[in-house]
């Protein structure tokens, strides 16, 4: 498992990378990636780093484990390349934002662009065995992105948190709500979407605290 992430991040991560967990993890990582077929594709493992520098670093967004269905995941939590099938918590992302900022839902669901605004997109655990939900959680990612959330909470200031369902909502403990803004909402899977998700609004709420801040909105 190759672990380049961009510079603003290595003083966050090396440190985890150099534990024995971590090590334990890329053990398994690696071999699970010989073995089997694993996605996201191994370049892609830590694209939500890559994408979103720990200093531009306004918003995160929490998702549980990496689509595990073919072509789908690239390494940013609840988004696909740009050519694949919205899977459906996505559509009922983007339906919210349509209803909540007035705006057309987008043909691609890639959420790159999101990350390059300070978006970082982060799946608890950041590897998944094809056709096998869950099949890489307790495996020691979770202990990795606990740390990020905390490095995050600790390091920076003014960040907002979407938590969306019970497992991204359970991350509240790892961070300080007097420095931080947590937003907090049913799933957007369509199991959970019906029963608070629709007109949350926490993409407005978002801007929203960006704009009292000073700091430039995310265009959604």
Known sequence: MQQKVSKSWQPILQPEFEKEYFKELTAFVTSEYKEYQCFPKEDDIFAAFN???FDALKVVIIGQDPYHDEGQANGLCFSVKDDVKQPPSLKNIFKE????LNQEIPQSGNLEKWAKQGVLLLNATLTVRAHEAGSHQKKG???FTDAVIKSISEEKENVVFLLWGKFA??????INTKKHTVFTAPHPSPLGAWRGWFGSKHFSKTNKVLKN???AKIEW
């Open 141 to 143: 990612w979770e202990t």
């Open 213 to 215: 801040l000073k700091i």
């Open 97 to 100: 934002i349509a209803t909540d």
């Open 169 to 174: 909502e359970s991350k509240t403990k790892l």
């Open 51 to 53: 994408f979103c520098s």
